[in-house]
């Protein structure tokens, strides 16, 4: 992510494990990916998607477990984790926090450059939510929410609303209106 807030395309991968496989080799298998992954690109943030409770509780547990192995690794190197609501990062590359996957694929594929939308859609949402990091500052220096706090009570750093996409001047409106209580 630069100053700018433009944002380039490095690499996506998906850690897969197999669902027979005892849950203790399938948390270490994540482990190892995200070491390998921190270890080849160095990153200066871990982004995760923040878990909360659905109907289905067992693949909140499942998003937990899996989760929870790459905080690990992070910690281990000294990288700071973040966390972004589904909402978030959709309003952040849509402009709508209810934005369907479809459209976020496409908006990655435009926000990055790329010639197609990553496969399987687990890469495409790993995308999206290392671009609404970004924009939130994780790495430009300035957060495009200014006075507002996050769900961690991070405070952002500064903000340039004339600098802003239109898809991130929607997310900040959509975020002082959620402020407000809904009020226009």
Same mark, same amino acid.
């Given at each position: 992510?630069?100053?700018?807030?433009?944002?380039?395309?490095?690499?996506? *991968?998906?850690?897969?494990?197999?669902?027979?496989?005892?849950?203790?080799?399938?948390?270490?298998?994540?482990?190892?990916?995200?070491?390998?992954?921190?270890?080849?690109?160095?990153?200066?943030?871990?982004?995760?998607?923040?878990?909360?409770?659905?109907?289905?509780?067992?693949?909140?547990? *499942?998003?937990?477990?899996?989760?929870?192995?790459?905080?690990?690794?992070?910690?281990?190197?000294?990288?700071?984790?973040?966390?972004?609501? $589904?909402?978030?990062?959709?309003?952040?590359?849509?402009?709508? *926090?209810?934005?369907?996957?479809?459209?976020? #694929?496409?908006?990655?594929?435009?926000?990055?450059?790329?010639?197609?939308? $990553?496969?399987?859609?687990?890469?495409?949402?790993?995308?999206?939510?290392?671009?609404?990091?970004?924009?939130?500052? #994780? *790495?430009?220096?300035?957060?495009?929410?200014?006075?507002?706090?996050?769900?961690?009570?991070?405070? $952002?750093?500064?903000?340039?609303?004339?600098?802003?996409?239109?898809?991130?001047?929607?997310?900040?409106?959509?975020?002082?209106?959620?402020?407000?209580?809904?009020?226009?």
């Amino acid at each position: 992510m630069a100053a700018n807030r433009t944002a380039s395309f490095v690499d996506v *991968g998906v850690a897969g494990t197999e669902a027979a496989d005892p849950l203790d080799r399938r948390i270490l298998r994540i482990w190892e990916a995200a070491e390998r992954w921190i270890e080849r690109y160095a990153p200066d943030a871990v982004a995760l998607e923040r878990v909360f409770a659905q109907a289905n509780v067992n693949t909140v547990v *499942g998003t937990a477990h899996a989760s929870g192995a790459v905080i690990a690794a992070a910690a281990r190197h000294g990288i700071p984790v973040a966390w972004h609501t $589904p909402s978030e990062v959709k309003a952040a590359v849509t402009g709508d *926090g209810t934005a369907d996957k479809a459209s976020v #694929g496409r908006m990655v594929v435009r926000i990055l450059r790329l010639e197609e939308a $990553p496969k399987p859609a687990d890469a495409a949402d790993a995308l999206a939510i290392a671009i609404c990091h970004g924009w939130r500052g #994780g *790495g430009t220096g300035m957060d495009t929410t200014a006075r507002t706090e996050t769900h961690q009570g991070a405070r $952002p750093v500064a903000h340039r609303r004339r600098a802003m996409t239109p898809a991130q001047q929607a997310w900040a409106e959509a975020e002082a209106r959620a402020r407000r209580g809904g009020r226009r």
